[in-house]
């Protein structure tokens, strides 16, 4: 008596979403798609420590191998070929942060690679719009809390990308006025007030440097900046919104950020994603080029 047999392709594909699975918190939703696939096998929403929905998402992609063959010449790299340049291009466009997820469903690991940021490292590859393989990192493991913390983080860095290419304009553009801003702003009389003008500029500063210290995983110091106009108005009063003493300790915090900033900027731009900028904005890259060490611009 014949029945249907189960492709071997089925299974395979049930094996790995159920090791997937298991490598996700419990409290985060896995919603499965219901329509055609165009390279989205689910997306993840993520729900907080305190059990809240918070209504970030990421799209999956989920491939699975018996057993991945790691590298020859490379030992921490797998190559994932065979995707069609114009899902790349669909995967790279997408409103949601899409990841491949590769399953090696004999040691029941799970490994992850974002298409945003792999795109960008091998930009010029890319443009051909030809064959375009991913190379996953082994240590890009979804393993544990570490795990967990890397893929998250990588996460919100490509969901904010664009605020961040925003943010490294603005740097440039105004990296001289900081600079001006800080030696004309320091070692003034404590008690006295700051006018509107100079807290706008400030809060400019502040917002600017935070944000890109924290895409950028640097040490942030600093309290809100709210924090230090209270303290300014408890100790000289609520005239001004903030005094010289609190401005003055702004802004050496900003002014020591600057240069770590700046370098990390300069090696992403003009190594790390050179042909991802080169492409896009020449102008900028030339101008990050230019920039020494001790970050100074030849052309000030």
Do not use: A, G, M
């Given at each position: 008596m014949e029945f249907p047999k189960r492709a071997k392709q089925h299974i395979s594909e049930t094996t790995s979403y159920k090791i997937f699975a298991l490598k996700v918190p419990n409290r985060w939703i896995i919603r499965e798609i219901t329509e055609r696939d165009y390279g989205i096998d689910c997306y993840i929403e993520i729900v907080n420590d305190k059990l809240q929905v918070t209504g970030e998402l990421?799209?999956?992609?989920?491939?699975?191998?018996?057993?991945?063959?790691?590298?020859?010449?490379?030992?921490?790299?797998?190559?994932?070929s065979g995707i069609d340049i114009s899902t790349t291009n669909y995967w790279y466009n997408f409103s949601v942060p899409v990841f491949i997820f590769i399953v090696d469903q004999t040691t029941n690991e799970v490994f992850f690679q974002s298409v945003s940021d792999y795109i960008k490292l091998n930009y010029l590859e890319y443009?051909?719009?030809?064959i375009f393989s991913y190379k996953i990192d082994k240590n890009n493991l979804l393993e544990g809390e570490v795990g967990l913390?890397?893929?998250?983080?990588?996460?919100?860095?490509?969901k904010s990308r664009k605020e961040f290419e925003k943010n490294i304009v603005t740097f440039f553009a105004n990296y001289k006025h900081y600079v001006d801003f800080f030696e004309e702003n320091t070692n003034r009389d404590v008690f006295l007030g700051v006018e509107t003008s100079r807290v706008l500029f400030a809060r400019h500063f502040y917002n600017n440097i935070y944000f890109l210290s924290m895409y950028l995983g640097l040490n942030w110091n600093l309290s809100p900046f709210s924090d230090y106009e209270k303290k300014s108005q408890s100790i000289f009063g609520d005239d001004y919104d903030l005094y010289e003493q609190q401005?003055?300790?702004?802004i050496v915090n900003l002014n020591n950020m600057q240069l770590p900033i700046l370098n990390l900027l300069k090696e992403l731009i003009t190594s790390a994603e050179k042909d991802y900028w080169l492409i896009n904005d020449v102008k900028l890259f030339n101008f990050v080029l230019n920039a020494t060490d001790d970050g100074q611009f030849p052309e000030w």
């Open positions: 990421i799209s999956i992609q989920l491939k699975s191998r018996e057993k991945i063959e790691w590298n020859v010449t490379e030992p921490t790299k797998w190559t994932l443009q051909k719009q030809k913390k890397k893929f998250l983080h990588q996460y919100y860095k490509d401005l003055d300790e702004i």
